[in-house]
């Protein structure tokens, strides 16, 4: 499990007074980089190695909204760990412990060369499941 | 349904060469908001009598990445309407005709003073039932 | 001179009911990118040959905020051109004619092999010398 | 003076593989924004005294891009303090040291119920011209 704060700015916010519901998915991605930093791998390391990370598939779910200058935590668990992909999910939290909006996140190995799935590299599929 | 068509920019991409992919979520609203306005309904007007439309849940699909410079359509279907909420299947097809990113997208009609769920005006409702 | 009109979506703006600011760059690009097209010049296509247009100085002045749904209409000029380099000089104009937002913009043309500036190709030279 | 430490993810990154030019302008407010709250003023109470701050001119030289997944400084100081409007220089700065960035941006306070420009607070001024 991890987690990472994030203070909402002007630019995440739109006109209807709240964050624009797209940029909970900047907010998911962060954590995830984060994340995957804390654990030892960069991704502009791994990119230099034609290795990315697809989002496949998301789910997201609005309770309610998180607004102008709020700090939130974004909380990240591995519900699914396979060997090309894994699956996140996530909660984006406000001050109160409240959960206003949850993320899941399929994400794929990607190799950019010959532009398919790939297998996650060992070292990472390790760490990940020491912390899953 | 509906039918627009969106020309992927800069603004729209990332290092990894395709569309960012919180950006789909912009695109999938974009065509929305046409839709609501090509069948009269103008979302500013609807801000000034404190109704807005929130997205409380959405899933996205990625079968292929969009790139750069390309001409997308997006293609949006009423797929449920209910009293004051309404699912909206889209998808986001490049100029092969092939469906690159599938969004499906539940709207709740809010009111923004009392901030809860309210009906969806039946001026809209009966025009959307048309054209279900 | 060229002419873009462009839709204000709720992506653009913020909690102050007003465009975000820096959001006035993104409907500049996409006025130079579609007067480069409607020249003949499509930007995936130089990117392929490793030539991009970097904005090395920009500068903008607001007057007047644009709002959600507003219908806008950019124009461009070009002001300076020279071998490896030119300025746009931008207006952001509401429906009745004001000008909200004027855009500078100093574009450098690169070679991202050597990472270095470069000469504008002579075709796109002579286009932009004949419609300045 | 202040400095603000920021992370490059790839929501700021583009097809070019550098930070695409309008998001140096979201650095910058954030790094504004953050230097206000050292200073003791949130920008959202000051929202629900209607006070507002508006950018009115800004002025972007690029010197060298920055790239995904630096870890970038702001530095910000006011370079002009007047009862309406404060001027503020800001340096965004790569791990070496580097100037990447430099932005000017002049900003404006204004009353959101009037719609026009307003004194500074003084308890803002106090702190600004302690801080200049």
């Known amino acids: ?13 739109d006109a209807g007074g709240v964050v624009y519901y797209a940029n909970y ?17 960069e991704q ?7 290795i990315a990370f697809v989002v496949k598939h998301v789910e997201m779910h ?11 935590s974004i909380t990240s ?8 992909s894994m699956t996140f999910k996530q909660d ?4 109160l412990g409240k959960v206003l909006v949850t993320v899941q996140a399929k994400i794929a ?4 060369v010959a532009m398919r799935p790939r297998r996650i590299p060992e070292a990472m599929l390790g760490e990940f499941s020491r912390v899953i």
Chains 1, 2, 3, 4 share one sequence.
Do not use: S
Not at 25 to 41: S, V
Not at 44 to 50: C, G, K, V
Not at 63 to 72: I, T
Not at 109 to 112: I, P, S
């Open 92 to 95: 984006i939290i406000n001050a």
């Open 25 to 41: 998915l900047k907010f998911a991605e962060r954590a995830r980089t984060e994340w995957l930093r804390e654990l030892g791998f």
């Open 1 to 13: 499990m991890h987690t990472l704060n994030i203070r909402v700015y002007y630019e995440d916010t």
């Open 44 to 50: 502009d390391i791994l990119l230099e190695q034609n």
């Open 62 to 72: 609005n309770n309610a909204p998180a607004r102008f200058n709020q700090m939130l």
């Open 109 to 112: 190995c990607v190799d950019l």
């Open 77 to 84: 668990h591995i519900v699914e760990l396979k060997g090309a």
